[in-house]
């Protein structure tokens, strides 16, 4: 077990000892290296919620759909331009609905036609989607930028000031982030566990022969998760857009969440979660700790390490353990 | 034989296709018009800035259509073109617009720094003059190197020495900036980082810290960023953003808790779409505003009066004097009289744009004339030279109350020269160099 | 009737393994080159040229590199602009830094840089495949874009992260008007294409296609993985970085690490895709649509007379483009160069299909 994992373990150590280096060496307050923390933590609650739509999709229907980004987007669009002419509760709903009959008509237009080829195919069709929805969106809503009201003070709080020296900016809007994307992991996980419709979801991702041999209607069970990838993608949406506001630039937050995959492994539901949460700290971490030593060192015009920071983690996780934290062990190695 | 016949006559039928959308229209040759080329980005990351200065600037052009029958009864033509704030699409833009019209393009305005580096060295074979005004590289102010190039009114150097002498006169004196920190807040372009010279430049001999902190396109992602100010805590923060960057910055500074009143963009971070999705949180930020603030004046009314009750605007009519707006307006108005002082020369008719270069190097607006267009208090006096191509740059500052900029009374910035002069030269050199350009000769240019 | 390979035989072995054996193929391609050596410059205005015929050559070439190594090998890799502009960067510092040399020269070694780049990155090619490398290959192209933005001495210094240079000066012929760079950029495709050709129907390039094909298999013949992977991200990211080098120098002129961002990285893929994964002729029609394709949707409601403002134009433009791709994906799922091979086929037996 340690022989076969020894890499992976290892891997595992030098990030732990990162993670704790700047305090160890005292060069940070505290303080400071826990609101470090907490806003890496942050940043990895939406990449999760961006990742959790990627990996459902995957799960069930083998795409990698590089078009998540553009459907939280469109979602965020959508209820944020509701919201100016109805009330927000109003405003989710018809987006909800408008979430569905976008990934209807993904599955009986893109999916469906493109059945059983390459992964690579429909990898691309993805692409086409997303540049289809961008257009589309900004057609339809608008490119201005738009603002999501939920109603929580935006200025921040000062905690445990007693116990740290400075101590720690917390904003309310993130707990509230933070537990609304609980409560949709939970629920995902009942869905999944407890209905027949989570059921045969589970049983198509293990084999979609076996699946559709014992009656389950692929194609159904296709726009079902499309669906339930909108959703995800819609309250990603809301979170992300009433934080910094609504506006075409969202669609690019589904680049961090394809590291975030990787790490968690493509088809895991809490392997998205903990990988987002996990990019998110190491690329905060990284850009505050490191990259003024890197600056220092090589005379650079800048930091901005965290770009690829994220990416470069992923990369090394491939290497010492291709199928993720929490991915299935069967994997196409070579 | 005939299978490569077949195959020529195809070839032919799809040359002769693209020949058709490509032409530009014969119907042009004739025409007493003048062709104003527009780049603009109406979608993508930085729509919310790129619309209103489109609006503005061409409103302005059908304001003098409808107004005053064109310039001196030469018709304006425009079309636009949308780059997306993109320098490939930028360049495929120019390219198609620069022949167009009956004497070729005006000007370029190619509102993007990207654009302008790339079209930079395209304009000396085309012979079409580059506006940037308030934007652009910092070096063509030299006329005698970047012939084209005409950075009207400020350049980033300009800006970024008229907030150091700003903050400084706010400590009591450049002496006091000792040991202070100032944090730069930049879009990761070449935009962003022009004005890092110059702060570095001024850094030296006054004796404060550089943060430099570079927020990668489009700017939605800047925790790491605001976390980095929290940590080194620094005096002030100039934020050099475009588009959603600003927006998101303010946004970072209030969940950061940082003091909006010790934040100062650079005046393309200074207008209605960067404060209001922050909502409250703006109150106090700063920017410099150059010569066009928000609000309306005289060529407002008629604005309204010859182009939006007539329903040929091309924006909302709410949104006539925001900051960006009036901008564009001020673009189009000193790209307008550029071609009125050329025609003094050339006589009323079609101008190309080796001619509108002429004017452009001959500007002389004064305070009578700007008084007289409408555009008074708007812009500052210019007056351009063959070897100075950027007309004295002055600035204020402005804040955001909430609810609307307002102009800091009392507040004129202006660059120190002594300080700029030679790093343009040092630079423009550089550039000659690298490019293998023989300077102009001014002096013998004028006899 | 007239396409039709009856009654030429082969009887020697060069025949037999000349690259076009078909007549009426060889008359096309050379009526082709003498075309677009002879009659193109003289007819094309410079608009097009700038606008779509020099992005067209440039991209075609990256694509075909791509290509080789997507197509053939059956590596993805979604990060290629990345050697896009390691070429560029590589270009930019030996041109300034050893002003001595011809810049075919420099083209040649920024495209070894390029080539020993793309090997390192290739590395993890040899434990991932599929989805899981296209994302490694992300970490390329994040990288090299924040490695040629953050170092100073990349960029000579210049205080702006852009630089210049200036127009390229071949023993003492100038390339600097539109028909000059078109010359030069298609004698060098044309060059890359015939080396692309031999590569893939050599020694080389069947242990390519035997790895993509099956890779357990190939091993079990006797080809070694790592010899296989590593030759073809290196030569594709030769041919990329070459590619790089004349889009800074030749298209562009002056350029900023943006010049090569991950839209670049997935237009070339969508080339290859598009145009046809495994075939080189493929390269071509992918790069002819991904270059002319946006600026045509761009134009045609202004062309066609139509009141449309522009931002709705280019939304416009954003749809049909998406659009269109799923839509050839689901038509001809290999590409733009299938339909081709169909047409020939079917022309073989025009007018009697029977």
Redesign the interface.
């Known amino acids: 077990m340690i022989r076969q994992n020894g890499p992976f373990l290892a891997l595992c150590a030098v990030l732990l000892v990162g993670l704790i280096l700047p305090l160890a060496t005292g060069a ?1 307050a505290v303080g ?1 290296y826990v ?2 923390l907490l ?2 933590l ?2 990895g609650v939406l990449y999760s919620l961006v990742a959790l739509g990627f990996a459902l999709i995957f799960k069930a229907s083998g795409v ?1 759909n590089f078009a998540q980004g553009a459907m939280v987007l469109f979602a965020a669009l959508a209820v944020a331009r509701l919201a100016e002419s109805m009330p927000l509760w109003a405003a989710i709903v018809i987006s909800i609905a408008i979430m569905i009959v976008l990934a209807w008509l993904i599955e009986r ?2 999916l469906r ?2 059945v059983n ?5 429909l ?3 993805t ?10 969106g ?2 339809i809503w608008g ?5 999501i009201e939920l109603g929580i003070p ?3 709080v ?1 905690v445990l000031q007693g116990l740290f020296q400075g101590g720690i ?1 917390v ?1 309310k ?1 993130d707990f509230v982030a933070a537990v609304v994307a609980a409560a949709l992991v939970v629920g995902l996980a009942l869905f999944f566990q407890k209905t027949p419709t989570g059921r045969a979801l589970r049983a198509v991702a293990d084999d979609h022969q076996a699946a559709q041999s014992i009656g389950i209607p692929l194609n159904r069970m296709w726009v079902i998760v499309w669906s339930v990838a909108g959703i995800v993608a819609l309250v990603a949406g809301v979170i992300w857009g009433s ?3 609504v ?4 669609s ?2 589904a ?2 969440a ?2 975030v995959v ?1 790490l968690g492994g ?1 088809t895991s539901v809490p392997g998205a979660i903990i990988g987002g949460l996990i990019i998110g700290v190491g ?2 971490m990284a ?2 700790f490191l ?2 030593v890197l ?1 220092r060192a ?11 920071f994220a ?2 983690l ?2 090394l996780f ?2 010492v353990r ?1 199928q993720g934290l929490f991915g299935e062990k069967h994997i ?3 | 034989m005939t299978i490569t016949f077949r195959k020529a006559v195809g070839a032919a039928a799809v040359g002769l296709a693209l020949a058709a959308t490509f032409a530009t229209s014969p119907a042009f040759a004739q025409a007493k018009e003048q062709f104003f080329p527009v780049l603009s980005y109406r979608t993508g990351a930085y729509a919310p800035n790129g619309v209103p200065f489109a609006n503005g600037y061409v409103d302005y052009l059908k304001l003098v259509n409808a107004r005053d029958g064109g310039i001196n009864g030469v018709k304006i033509t425009w079309e636009e073109c949308e780059t997306g704030y993109a320098t490939d699409r930028g360049v495929e833009c120019y390219e198609r617009l620069k022949g167009k019209g009956p004497t070729g393009a005006t000007a370029f305005h190619p509102l993007s720094t990207g654009i302008t580096f790339a079209v930079t060295d395209k304009a000396f074979t085309d012979k079409v003059p580059i506006i940037t005004f308030g934007y652009g590289r910092a070096d063509s102010v030299d006329g005698t190197v970047f012939a084209w190039n005409f950075p009207l009114g400020g350049t980033y150097w300009d800006a970024a020495d008229m907030l150091v002498q700003h903050v400084g006169k706010k400590e009591g004196g450049l002496a006091k900036l000792k040991g202070k920190k100032i944090a730069l807040v930049y879009h990761d372009s070449p935009y962003g980082k022009e004005p890092i010279a110059l702060l570095q430049e001024r850094a030296k001999m006054h004796g404060y810290e550089l943060l430099l902190l570079p927020v990668t396109h489009p700017g939605v992602e800047q925790k790491a960023t605001w976390l980095q100010i929290r940590q080194q805590r620094p005096d002030y923060v100039f934020l050099w953003g475009w588009g959603v960057m600003n927006s998101t910055a303010i946004k970072e500074a209030v969940a950061t808790a940082y003091p909006r009143e010790k934040m100062y963009g650079v005046w393309w971070s200074g207008a209605e779409p960067d404060v209001t999705p922050a909502g409250e949180g703006a109150k106090g930020y700063n920017s410099l505003t150059f010569m066009a603030p928000s609000g309306h004046g005289a060529v407002h009314k008629d604005m309204i009066k010859h182009v939006y009750d007539k329903g040929q605007g091309t924006g909302k009519k709410e949104d006539i004097g925001e900051v960006l707006y009036n901008r564009g307006m001020a673009g189009a108005f000193m790209t307008v009289e550029a071609v009125k002082r050329a025609q003094i020369k050339y006589g009323k008719k079609p101008l190309t744009g080796e001619q509108v270069r002429w004017g452009l190097e001959n500007l002389a607006i004064d305070a009578a004339l700007i008084k007289k267009m409408g555009f008074e208090g708007f812009m500052a006096p210019l007056s351009t030279s063959c070897v100075d191509h950027h007309g004295g740059a002055t600035a204020g500052i402005h804040t955001w109350d909430g609810k609307k900029w307002v102009v800091e009374k009392g507040t004129v910035l202006v660059a120190d020269s002594q300080i700029i002069k030679p790093m343009i030269k040092a630079s423009a050199d550089k550039y000659a160099q690298e490019k293998k350009i023989t300077k102009r000769d001014c002096a013998k240019e004028a006899g | 009737m007239l396409y039709r390979e009856n009654g030429q035989f082969k009887s020697t072995y060069a025949s037999d393994q000349q690259m076009l054996p078909i007549l009426q193929d060889r008359v096309f391609m050379l009526g082709l080159v003498a075309f677009a050596f002879l009659v193109v410059p003289f007819v094309v205005s410079d608009y097009v040229f700038l606008s779509l015929v020099i992005p067209f050559l440039i991209l075609a070439l990256a694509a075909l590199g791509l290509n080789l190594l997507v197509g053939y090998c059956g590596q993805i890799s979604i990060g290629h602009a990345a050697f896009m502009a390691v070429g560029a960067y590589a270009a930019y510092n030996l041109a300034l830094r050893v002003p001595q040399l011809n810049f075919l020269v420099v083209l040649v070694l920024a495209g070894l840089i390029a080539a020993a780049v793309g090997m390192v990155f290739g590395i993890p090619s040899l434990r991932i495949k599929g989805l899981y490398l296209a994302v490694a290959t992300l970490a390329a192209q994040f990288f090299m874009d924040w490695l040629f933005a953050r170092v100073k001495w990349f960029t000579n210094y210049a205080h702006s992260g852009s630089v210049q240079t200036a127009p390229l000066d071949l023993f003492g012929w100038v390339v600097d008007t539109p028909a000059r760079k078109y010359l030069f950029l298609l004698s060098i495709l044309i060059v890359f294409t015939l080396i692309a050709k031999n590569l893939v129907r050599g020694h080389i390039g069947r242990a390519w296609m035997a790895m993509r094909d099956m890779d357990v298999a190939a091993e079990v013949i006797g080809i070694r993985p790592v010899y296989a992977k590593l030759t073809a991200f290196a030569i594709s990211s030769f041919f990329v970085g070459v590619a790089g080098a004349l889009w800074g120098f030749v298209h562009l002129g002056s350029w900023e690490p943006l010049a090569f961002n991950l839209t670049l990285s997935l237009n070339l893929l969508f080339m290859v895709i598009i145009g046809g994964m495994g075939s080189l002729l493929g390269s071509y029609f992918g790069a002819a649509f991904i270059v002319i394709l946006p600026i045509v949707l761009n134009q045609v409601p202004a062309f066609l007379g139509v009141p449309i403002s522009t931002s709705m134009a280019s939304h416009l433009e954003f749809m049909i483009f998406g659009a269109l791709i799923v839509f050839f994906l689901i038509v001809e799922p290999h590409g733009l160069a299938r339909l081709w091979a169909i047409g020939k086929e079917k022309l073989r037996l025009w007018p009697f299909p029977h």
């Open positions: 940070t400071f609101e470090v806003g890496g942050m940043a990698f237009l893109v036609p493109l080829q390459e992964a690579i195919a990898f691309m069709a692409l086409g989607v997303t540049f289809f929805i961008d257009g589309l900004q057609t490119s201005d930028i738009y603002a935006k200025e921040p000062m900016l904003n809007e934080k910094l506001g506006q075409f630039s969202l690019q937050v680049l961090k394809l590291p990787i493509f690329e905060k850009e505050v990259g003024p600056v090589f005379d650079l015009a800048g930091g901005g390490i965290e770009n690829w990416f470069m992923a990369l491939l290497l291709p196409d190695r070579v």
